[in-house]
């Protein structure tokens, strides 16, 4: 029963949730870095290599064989470096892609928390938080001048 408590707490609170949409958004934005890549910089690369296609390039350690009918007798046998290479380059794009999407959600965040920015609202927790350090300045100016009287 306290397992249930705590999942029934864990959903509450909204972590499942986003959990939830992160996987959803994330698994678009697969979508979107597989199209970019293999549609928009793929050609233009391969265009400047003769029209290679780098997801067929492998060093072939043994050749398959055929019979006569020509159904496969033995499999062939290669290391697919065209298919790392194209990984490779999704995961360049991806990782730069994040990067820049964190770096801009993290500038508005940090907009967004200074609480002398007026272009933006602060949020609530900030404003509090502004709000009783200020007042403990001036408790402690208050506390410091009473000291400094006596």
């Known amino acids: 029963m306290k397992l ?8 509450v609170k909204g972590n499942m949730m986003d959990m939830a949409i992160g996987v959803i958004i994330g698994a678009s934005f697969n ?10 910089m793929m050609p ?9 296609n780098f997801q067929n390039k492998k060093i072939i350690l043994r050749d398959g064989l055929l019979d006569n009918s020509g159904a496969i007798i033995t499999e062939e046998i290669a290391i697919g470096y065209g ?5 490779f380059l999704d995961f360049m794009i991806i990782g730069f892609t994040i990067f820049i999407v964190v770096k801009f959600m993290n500038r ?11 272009t933006v609202e602060t ?12 007042l403990l300045q ?8 009473n000291f400094k009287k006596q």
Request: zero cysteines; aromatic letters at 4%.
């Open 123 to 134: 949020p609530k927790d900030i404003q509090l938080l502004t709000d009783l350090t200020e």
């Open 83 to 87: 298919a790392l290479s194209q990984a």
């Open 4 to 11: 249930f408590n705590e999942f029934k707490e864990f959903a």
């Open 31 to 40: 979508k979107v870095i597989d199209v970019l890549v293999k549609k928009v």
């Open 44 to 52: 233009p690369l391969s265009l400047l290599t003769n029209g290679t």
């Open 108 to 118: 508005l965040r940090n907009k967004a928390q200074d609480t002398t920015d007026t």
């Open 138 to 145: 001036e408790q402690n100016e208050l506390l410091k001048m």
